[in-house]
Nanobody, 115 residues
Framework: QVQLVESGGDLVQAGGSLRLSCAAS????????MGWYRQAPGKQRELVAM???????TYADSVKGRFAISRDNAKNTVVLQMNSLKPEDTAVYYC?????????WGRGTQVTVSS
């Protein structure tokens, strides 16, 4: 089992920045990929960014150039640095960990960007 706990969500004005963190515990040595997803009200959950164990990254087109994902394998954490935030970035942000056997999700952290 892997447990994921997100933190860092907040209310911020458009153009501002936030830093989301996700800490993994349990059998976290099995984690291959970690990522951030988000879900806005009335919309499907979507990929924001993901990072492999060797730090290969993937970003949604909507966040490229504004968001940066990083990972500390020794500390089992993944961080999403979000800059130049827009109102359309408002959503619950979820951390995801992918292992050989299954995927794990955190409970989410709310990000609200006011215009």
């Amino acid at each position: 089992q892997v447990q994921l706990v997100e933190s860092g969500g907040d209310l911020v004005q458009a153009g501002g920045s936030l830093r989301l963190s996700c800490a993994a515990s349990g059998r976290s040595f099995n984690i291959n990929v970690m990522g951030w997803y988000r879900q806005a009200p009335g919309k499907q959950r979507e990929l924001v960014a993901m990072i492999t164990r060797d730090s290969t990254t993937t970003y949604a087109d909507s966040v490229k150039g504004r968001f940066a994902i990083s990972r500390d394998n020794a500390k089992n954490t993944v961080v999403l640095q979000m800059n130049s935030l827009k109102p359309e970035d408002t959503a619950v942000y979820y951390c995801k960990a992918i292992t050989i056997l299954r995927d794990y999700w955190g409970r989410g952290t709310q990000v609200t960007v006011s215009s």
